[in-house]
């Protein structure tokens, strides 16, 4: 008997410690390779040896582990699952399913075959092959077990972006489980990602019915309707998760945008400080308390808030170009424009960082900087529904009408349902004198969206001495 058993066996030969077994067996191996000496391990003491390099994320133990497994015992077929897992993660797909398929055709009906065959389809980006394969699985297992498989096919649709069998899937998870947060998320994720927020109010709503103590459930309704603009109905439901759980900070995060969307900064504000009851401030929270500020003209506090978001962490972009917004708000834009640089430096790819210094450099007038900030926008994200009336502005400010109007019809090509450039485009055309266009693209956008005409008085009101114009809102107006 070889002495790491004898003091780590009990009568019953359980390990009495698995952590100690681990750490025993990993030693003998090391030393058999620091050594070159020939030492045998078992199976299952093989599998401990390389669960415990894997929880330690030592790829090199890993695949020697593998490797001395696979030579000592070529017919062990979990241990085959393990190098075929690890051909995997190692990108060596063809092989890997090459060890299942063979193992397969033995064991036709071994879950941990198919469902790591799924996995490496997974990895391959072959979702589709990937749920047939799962599929395989559903037969095979007890109900206890259906949960993970039909959890895991759900996932794969979302990989494929059909959502609506994710969801399919998700419902039979949760009939086993409907405590699994987990998969309510999931759930609120699928239907946002098929712009179903209806569908998943009733869905949610239905499910609080059942279980009105599921925090999960309510906080999902929360943010469903906050994506619906609905911030009313959000702070109801997330006052729900609080009264269930006073300490869930995201209920807490959540109420207070949604109070701030509402323009209720200050009420916003004593929502975010609750938080620090619960933890300490983050950056994040203080740049949202920054903000609120700021929309509130308290730019004295604002300036405090974004500068200790920033000393907690000055990683963090947005506090960055607050502080931007705040010098501009007080007139000392060229202040302002090196704070933007910052936040974009920090986030590139955030358009509305980008439109905001375009804002300051036109007031600076250096328009050729503005312009590309509007260029770099494009190219990021040529459906930001702003950037083709800001854009066009730029040249409309140098009475250049002839690139206006090329910029808001590349943006009408491009969001050919977005009336504020209809709108745009009937201003622009009446600034150059082309009224036959600018009546017919007038009457395009207020067919569209009728209260869309007051954004086009208040950005140019001399638009209301056109008789045509008074017309022809007039024609369309419901009332």
Same mark, same amino acid.
């Given at each position: 008997?070889?002495?790491?058993?004898?003091?780590?066996?009990?009568?019953?030969?359980?390990?009495?410690?698995?952590?100690?077994?681990?750490? +025993?067996?990993?030693?003998?191996?090391?030393?058999?390779?620091?050594?070159?000496?020939? $030492?045998?391990?078992?199976?299952?003491?093989?599998?401990?040896?390389?669960?415990?390099?894997?929880?330690?994320?030592?790829?090199?133990?890993?695949?020697?582990?593998?490797?001395?497994?696979?030579?000592?015992?070529? #017919?062990?077929?979990?241990?085959?699952?393990? =190098?075929?897992?690890?051909?995997?993660?190692? #990108?060596?797909?063809?092989?890997?399913?090459?060890?299942? #398929?063979? +193992?397969?055709?033995?064991?036709?009906?071994?879950?941990?075959?198919?469902?790591?065959?799924?996995?490496?389809?997974?990895?391959?980006?072959?979702?589709?092959?990937?749920?047939?394969?799962?599929?395989?699985?559903?037969?095979?297992? %007890?109900?206890?077990?259906?949960?993970?498989?039909?959890?895991?096919?759900?996932?794969?649709?979302?990989?494929?972006?059909? =959502?609506?069998?994710?969801?399919?899937?998700?419902?039979?998870?949760?009939?086993?489980? @409907?405590?699994?947060?987990?998969?309510? =998320?999931?759930?609120?994720?699928?239907?946002?990602?098929?712009?179903? @927020?209806?569908?998943?109010?009733?869905?949610?709503?239905?499910?609080? %019915?059942?279980? @009105?103590?599921?925090?999960?459930?309510?906080?999902?309704?929360?943010?469903?309707?906050?994506?619906?603009?609905?911030?009313?109905?959000?702070? %109801?439901?997330?006052?729900?998760?609080? $009264?269930?759980?006073?300490?869930?900070? @995201?209920?807490? +995060?959540?109420? $207070?945008?949604?109070?701030?969307?509402?323009?209720?900064?200050?009420?916003?504000?004593?929502?975010?400080?609750?938080?620090?009851?619960?933890?300490?401030?983050?950056?994040?929270?203080?740049?949202?308390?920054?903000?609120?500020?700021?929309?509130?003209?308290?730019?004295?506090?604002?300036?405090?808030? =974004?500068?200790?978001?920033?000393?907690?962490?000055?990683?963090?972009?947005?506090?960055?170009?607050?502080?931007?917004?705040?010098?501009?708000?007080?007139?000392?834009?060229?202040?302002?424009?090196?704070?933007?640089?910052?936040?974009?430096?920090?986030?590139?790819?955030?358009?509305?960082?980008?439109?905001?210094?375009?804002?300051?450099?036109?007031?600076?007038?250096?328009?050729?900087?503005?312009?590309?900030?509007?260029?770099?926008?494009?190219?990021?994200?040529?459906?930001?529904?702003?950037?083709?009336?800001?854009?066009? #502005?730029?040249?409309?400010?140098?009475?250049?009408?002839?690139?206006?109007?090329?910029?808001?019809?590349?943006? +009408?090509?491009?969001?050919?349902?977005?009336?504020?450039?209809?709108?745009?485009?009937?201003?622009?055309?009446?600034?150059?004198?082309?009224?036959?266009?600018?009546?017919?693209?007038?009457?395009?956008?207020?067919?569209?969206?009728?209260?869309?005409?007051?954004?086009?008085?208040?950005?140019?009101?001399?638009?209301?001495?056109?008789?045509?114009?008074?017309?022809?809102?007039?024609?369309?107006?419901?009332?």
């Amino acid at each position: 008997m070889r002495i790491d058993r004898q003091f780590s066996m009990n009568e019953d030969f359980q390990w009495n410690n698995r952590d100690e077994h681990e750490e +025993l067996l990993t030693e003998r191996f090391e030393k058999m390779l620091k050594e070159g000496d020939y $030492a045998y391990f078992d199976a299952e003491e093989f599998e401990s040896i390389i669960e415990h390099y894997q929880e330690n994320f030592d790829s090199h133990y890993i695949r020697l582990a593998i490797d001395y497994a696979i030579e000592q015992h070529p #017919n062990n077929a979990a241990l085959k699952i393990r =190098y075929a897992r690890q051909l995997a993660i190692d #990108n060596r797909f063809i092989e890997s399913l090459e060890i299942l #398929n063979k +193992l397969e055709v033995i064991e036709p009906n071994d879950v941990d075959i198919i469902m790591t065959k799924g996995t490496v389809y997974s990895m391959m980006l072959e979702f589709e092959k990937a749920v047939n394969t799962y599929k395989k699985a559903l037969n095979l297992v %007890d109900n206890d077990e259906l949960e993970d498989i039909y959890a895991t096919i759900a996932y794969e649709y979302e990989n494929l972006g059909r =959502y609506d069998n994710s969801i399919k899937y998700l419902k039979k998870a949760l009939e086993i489980n @409907p405590q699994s947060d987990a998969l309510l =998320y999931e759930m609120g994720l699928c239907f946002e990602m098929l712009k179903q @927020p209806e569908e998943g109010i009733k869905f949610f709503i239905d499910f609080t %019915d059942k279980d @009105p103590y599921n925090i999960a459930a309510w906080f999902n309704l929360g943010l469903i309707y906050q994506q619906m603009d609905l911030f009313e109905k959000s702070i %109801d439901a997330l006052e729900y998760v609080l $009264a269930i759980d006073h300490t869930h900070i @995201p209920a807490y +995060l959540s109420i $207070a945008h949604g109070w701030s969307n509402l323009g209720e900064y200050a009420k916003a504000i004593e929502i975010y400080q609750e938080t620090f009851e619960y933890e300490k401030p983050d950056g994040m929270t203080l740049y949202y308390i920054g903000e609120c500020y700021e929309k509130m003209k308290d730019y004295r506090n604002a300036l405090i808030h =974004y500068n200790n978001s920033l000393e907690l962490d000055d990683k963090l972009a947005e506090p960055w170009a607050g502080i931007g917004v705040v010098f501009d708000e007080e007139g000392n834009t060229k202040t302002a424009v090196k704070y933007l640089n910052k936040a974009i430096e920090l986030d590139p790819l955030n358009t509305e960082f980008l439109l905001i210094q375009a804002d300051m450099y036109i007031k600076l007038h250096h328009y050729q900087k503005a312009a590309d900030c509007y260029r770099k926008v494009e190219e990021i994200d040529p459906l930001d529904p702003d950037l083709w009336q800001e854009y066009s #502005n730029l040249y409309v400010l140098q009475t250049d009408y002839d690139k206006a109007i090329q910029v808001l019809r590349k943006g +009408l090509n491009l969001q050919p349902l977005n009336a504020d450039i209809l709108y745009r485009l009937a201003v622009v055309y009446f600034l150059n004198n082309n009224t036959l266009q600018a009546n017919y693209f007038l009457g395009n956008a207020l067919e569209l969206n009728y209260e869309g005409h007051l954004e086009m008085i208040a950005y140019y009101p001399d638009i209301v001495k056109y008789d045509k114009v008074v017309d022809m809102i007039k024609l369309y107006s419901p009332h």
